[in-house]
C-alpha cells in the first residue's frame, strides 16, 4: 500500500487507497463523493483524470507516520480485503458502491460511535431500517425475557441487563435520527412552549403517578414515537420500568461517571433549595445542579445545559422565582417532601 498519494497514477488504484482510508476511521465522506455522479470525485475517475483525483485525495489523505505499527497493520489488511473483494467491480462501476463494503462501512461506523456516518453508509446500502430494528428487537428480547420478567434476578444482574438494553435503544435512536435528540432545544420546549405536554407532566407530578412520569420520561430521552411505544410497551414490570430508565439515562448522559455527578449535584441542589433564605442563595441552586456557572448565569442558559449534558434532568427540574421574582432552575420537589430523583430511585 502506498503512503502517499502523488506515488498513484493509476485512478481506481488510488479510489481503493482512500476507500480503505475511510473504512479505517469509520468515515462516509470518501464514499459519498464517489457516489455522487456530478461531484469531482467521481467524474475524475470516470474521466481517468489522475491529477484531479490528486486534488480530492489531497483533502482526504492521512499523514502515515502519525498511525501506530498496530493501525498500520490494520490499513493494509483493510486494502487487501477491499482490493480483493471489490476491486474488479469498482473498476466495472464505482457509482453507487458495493452494497456489503457499505454495509461493512456503517458497522465501523457504528463501532467507533460515528452514527452520522452510519447512517449515510445503511442508508446508502438500504439496510438502515433493518438495522436500526435489529437494535429494537434486541432490546425489547431482553426486556422481556424470563430472567428479568421472573424478578428472580439479583441487582447487579439485573442492572447490567438493562444497560445493554438501554446501549440497544440508544444506538437504534441515534442511528435512525443522527441529527435528533436536540435536547438543549427540547428541555427548552417542554418547559416553555408545550404547553399541552407541560400540564400533563405537571398533573403527573402533582399526583405522584410513579408509572406516567416513567413513561413519559422515556419517551422524552427516545424523541421517536414508534421506538419508544415497543419500548414501553415491553417494560410491563414497575421495577423494569425505573431500573430501565436509570440506565437509560445514564447512557444519555455519557456513562455512569458522568451521571453519578449528575445526581450529586442535585442532591446538594435540593438541601441547599430546602435551607435558601436570600436571593444569592436561590441563585446559587441552579449552579450547583449545573456545577458550575453559565455566561450571564440566566435560568433558561442553565436549563439548556443540563438538558444538553444530562437529558433526563428537564424532567427532574422545574422554574421557581425568588423573592426578588427572579427565575431560577430549581430541583423537583414532590408534595411528600421527596425530590423527583429520589421517588424515580434514579440516583
Same mark, same amino acid.
Given at each position: ?162 444497560? !445493554? +438494553?438501554? @446501549?440497544?435503544?440508544?444506538? =437504534?435512536?441515534?442511528? $435512525?435520527?443522527?441529527?435528533?435528540? &436536540?435536547?438543549?432545544? %427540547? #428541555? ?79 442532591? !446538594? +441542589?435540593? @438541601?441547599?433549595?430546602?435551607? =435558601?433564605?436570600?436571593? $444569592?442563595?436561590?441563585?446559587?441552586? &441552579?449552579?450547583?445542579? %449545573? #456545577? ?56
Amino acid at each position: 500500500m502506498q503512503t502517499q498519494f502523488e506515488d498513484i497514477n493509476e485512478p481506481y488504484e488510488l479510489v481503493l487507497h482512500l476507500l480503505s482510508l475511510s473504512y479505517l476511521y469509520g468515515d462516509f465522506a470518501i464514499p459519498y463523493h464517489f457516489m455522487n455522479v456530478s461531484s469531482q470525485a467521481y467524474l475524475s475517475v470516470k474521466k481517468g483524470d489522475i491529477e484531479a483525483l490528486h486534488q480530492f485525495a489531497s483533502r482526504n489523505w492521512i499523514d502515515f507516520d502519525l498511525l501506530s505499527e498496530e493501525k498500520q497493520t490494520e490499513l493494509e489488511q483493510i486494502y487487501d480485503k477491499i482490493s480483493n473483494q471489490y476491486g474488479e467491480q469498482l473498476k466495472i462501476e464505482l457509482a453507487p458502491l458495493p452494497l456489503e463494503f457499505l454495509t461493512e462501512l456503517g458497522e465501523r461506523a457504528l463501532k467507533f460511535g460515528k452514527f452520522r456516518d452510519a447512517h449515510s453508509a445503511f442508508k446508502a446500502s438500504g439496510d438502515l431500517e433493518k438495522r436500526v430494528n435489529q437494535f429494537i428487537v434486541e432490546a425489547t428480547q431482553i426486556l422481556n425475557s424470563k430472567d428479568l420478567t421472573s424478578g428472580e434476578m439479583g441487582d447487579e444482574a439485573l442492572d447490567g441487563k438493562l444497560s !445493554q +438494553a438501554a @446501549e440497544f435503544v440508544f444506538q =437504534a435512536v441515534k442511528l $435512525k435520527n443522527p441529527f435528533g435528540n &436536540q435536547f438543549q432545544k %427540547l #428541555g427548552p420546549q417542554l418547559h416553555y412552549e408545550d404547553a399541552e405536554a407541560a400540564r400533563k407532566y405537571g398533573k403527573y407530578i402533582e399526583q405522584s403517578l410513579f408509572k406516567e412520569i416513567i413513561d413519559f420520561t422515556i419517551q422524552f430521552l427516545i424523541d421517536d414515537r414508534s421506538i419508544d411505544s415497543k419500548i414501553t410497551n415491553a417494560l410491563s414490570i414497575g421495577k423494569l420500568r425505573r431500573a430501565f430508565l436509570k440506565q437509560l439515562a445514564t447512557r444519555f448522559s455519557g456513562g455512569a461517571d458522568r451521571f453519578k455527578s449528575f445526581t450529586e449535584n442535585y442532591r !446538594q +441542589a435540593v @438541601e441547599m433549595l430546602k435551607e =435558601a433564605k436570600t436571593e $444569592k442563595d436561590f441563585l446559587e441552586v &441552579q449552579k450547583t445542579l %449545573l #456545577g458550575r456557572g453559565t455566561g450571564d448565569n440566566e435560568y433558561y442558559q442553565f436549563l439548556q445545559e443540563l438538558s444538553l449534558e444530562h437529558p433526563v434532568s428537564a424532567l427532574l427540574v422545574n422554574t421557581q422565582m425568588t423573592q426578588e421574582n427572579k427565575p431560577f432552575i430549581a430541583p423537583t420537589i414532590l408534595k411528600s417532601g421527596a425530590s423527583l430523583l429520589e421517588f424515580l430511585e434514579l440516583a
